[in-house]
């Protein structure tokens, strides 16, 4: 068995249901069309042909009497009279013999036939009775007046003729309109048929499934203005959309976080082979370090050299641990530190690499930033980081702005602020949403590690990294921690 889906069905029956409309109309136009023909050919035919008919007999009454009138009176103005109703009926009967048919025009030849008859006998009755042959002139006239009734009783038949031919057409058009009414109400109970046939596919097919789907939705969530099923739907589907967006939110956030995770174990199996390779080399080196720092006889300047390259070896030592750790959070160790003490001690270690690298250093400081707690080695390791980005991205040297204020943040409150600013190339709009995942870099020798730990740094403190940069200007890293209330 042939099954069509609900779209095709619905499409037929509105298809028939137009359809049946359109012929209706058609057929309404139609039988206009045809009803204005039959009241032209009525008015055109029937009444036009029933009052020549009229006009005819009257003219031909006109003509009764005349001659005997004459007869009577001896006044020629009888005969000038009779000349000008011949004339008429004569005229009145061309008339007719040019729009008659071939029924009525039968019944006209007769009428002229017979007229011409009775006028030829007529002129002789008026020529002997000017003559003086009365009798014989009366005999004639006897048989003219039998003449004339038989012309007026073919007048009175073409009359009818014309009558009866109204009348049958008045029937015929009488029955297509009632032929035409038992169509209309044909196509009218097939409409009716159609459109129970179409509400009942869409309440059985359409309203039925989404009522229940409607039902569904709880009442609770319903608007207060739903007043029918399709609006409920229409809520329930929104709401459906809205916790479609949401989880598609999460499962991006997701894969995110497993694919971090993944790149977490990868840091993980690598931190522990570095460890092994780091670590062992690191400690001989601290020690020699503290062996010459105690026997050697060192001058003020070298004996600050050594103790650079001593804190160097320490931060080396943090930076493989951190390393090791980037897969699970690291352990604070707060304390109560000045932000601004903590950038002093960064650019006093990064002081030889400046130079090295011809970078010039300016500090916008106002007043030293208020206390917070956090871990002075960890911002320091992310201090290091924003500034060693900053240098390597001016290989042929340039300047770094630090910033630092306190200032009012809409998320975190009041905070310290440090803003660190180079004049390099910048970083392209494309790449600013990825440059602080981990390993992501566009440098060489780069692990990508850098201004992750930095970002996870700044995280664990509470605080946020915005980064601002226009491509050829240079770019902006703003490090915002929260000061808190009880904090001088």
Same mark, same amino acid.
């Given at each position: /068995?042939l099954?069509?889906?609900l779209?095709t069905?619905?499409?037929a ?5 137009i359809?049946m409309l359109?012929?209706g109309?058609?057929v309404?136009?139609w039988?206009s069309y ?12 029937g ?6 008919g009229?006009?005819?007999e009257?003219s !031909?009454l ?5 001659v005997?009138?004459?007869?009577l009176?001896g006044d020629?103005e009888?005969?000038d009279?009779?000349d000008?109703?011949?004339n008429e009926?004569?005229?009145? &009967?061309?008339t007719a013999r040019e ?8 019944i ?10 009775y ?8 020529? /002997? ?8 002139g009366?005999?004639l006239?006897?048989d003219a007046r ?5 012309i007026?009783?073919l007048? $009175?038949?073409y009359?009818g ?7 049958r057409m008045w029937?015929e058009r009488a ?9 209309s109400?044909a ?5 009716? &048929?159609i459109?129970?046939a ?10 039925d *499934?989404?009522?229940r789907?409607?039902?569904?939705? *709880?009442?609770?969530?319903?608007k207060?203005?739903s007043?029918?099923?399709v609006?409920?739907l ?10 479609i ?5 999460e499962?991006?956030r997701?894969?995110?976080? &497993?694919?971090l995770?993944?790149? /977490?174990a990868?840091v993980?199996k !690598?931190a522990?082979?570095?460890?092994h390779s780091i670590?062992?080399?690191m400690?001989?080196?601290k020690?020699?370090l503290?062996?010459?720092?105690r026997?050697a006889?060192?001058?003020d300047?070298r ?7 001593a804190?160097?070896m320490?931060?080396?030592d943090?930076i493989?641990?951190?390393f090791?750790?980037?897969?699970r959070?690291?352990q ?11 950038l002093?001690?960064?650019l006093?270690?990064l002081e ?10 300016r500090?916008?400081r ?9 871990d ?5 390791e992310? !201090?290091? $980081?924003l500034?060693v980005? %900053?240098c +390597? %991205?001016m290989?042929?040297g ?6 630092e204020?306190?200032?009012d943040?809409?998320e975190l409150?009041?905070v310290a602020?440090?803003a660190?600013s180079?004049?390099?190339?910048g970083? *392209? +709009? ?7 995942? *981990?390993?992501?870099?566009?440098k ?13 740094i700044i $995280?664990?403190?509470g605080?946020?990294l915005?980064v601002l940069?226009?491509?050829?200007e240079?770019a902006a ?6 000061i ?5």
């Open positions: /068995m099954h069509t889906d779209r069905r619905l499409y029956l509105i298809g028939a249901l359809a359109v012929a109309g058609a309404t136009i039988h045809r009803a204005r023909s039959a009241m032209s050919d009525f008015a055109g035919f009444m036009e042909s029933f009052l020549l009229y006009e005819l009257k !031909l006109n003509q009764k009497g005349v005997s009138y004459f007869l009176s020629t009888w005969l009279n009779l000008a109703h011949r009926f004569e005229q009145r &009967l061309k729009k008659a048919d071939a029924e009525s025009l039968a006209l030849s007769k009428i002229a036939v017979l007229y011409g008859e006028d030829a006998e007529r002129q002789r009755i008026i020529a /002997m009775y000017q003559e003086g042959r009365i009798e014989e009366a005999a006239h006897s039998n003449k004339f009734e038989d007026r009783s007048c $009175n038949e009359s003729a014309a009558n009866e031919k109204t009348t029937n029955r297509e309109a009632g032929r035409l009414a038992g169509l109400a196509g009218a109970l097939f409409s009716i &048929l459109c129970i179409l509400a009942f596919v869409i309440i059985t097919r359409v309203l *499934p989404i009522r789907i409607a039902e569904k939705v *709880p009442p609770e969530r319903l207060e203005d007043q029918d099923e609006a409920a229409d809520y329930g589907v929104d709401k459906l959309l809205d916790r967006g949401h989880a598609s939110v499962l991006e997701s894969r995110e976080l &497993l694919q995770s993944e790149k /977490m990868v993980g !690598l522990a082979e570095v460890a670590r062992n080399p400690t001989s080196i020690m020699r503290f062996s010459l720092a026997g006889n060192l001058d300047a004996q600050e050299d050594l103790e650079v390259i804190e160097e320490r931060r080396l943090n493989v641990i951190n090791l750790e980037f897969s959070p690291p604070l160790r707060k304390q109560r530190i000045a932000l601004s003490d903590v002093d001690t960064t006093i270690l030889k690499r400046f130079e090295h690298d011809r970078i010039m250093i500090v916008n106002k007043d030293p930033l208020p206390q917070i707690e956090a002075p080695e960890l911002l320091k992310m !201090l290091v $980081n500034m980005n %900053a +390597e %991205a290989p042929d340039g300047h770094i702005l630090i910033v204020e306190t200032a943040d809409e409150g009041r602020r440090v660190v180079d004049d390099g190339p970083i *392209p +709009e494309r790449l600013l949403e990825s440059i602080s995942e *981990p390993f992501f870099t566009t060489e020798t780069g692990t990508g590690l850098g201004l992750s730990i930095a970002t996870r $995280n664990e403190h605080g946020r915005d940069s226009v491509e050829g240079g890293f703003i490090v915002s921690i929260p808190k209330e009880d904090i001088s």
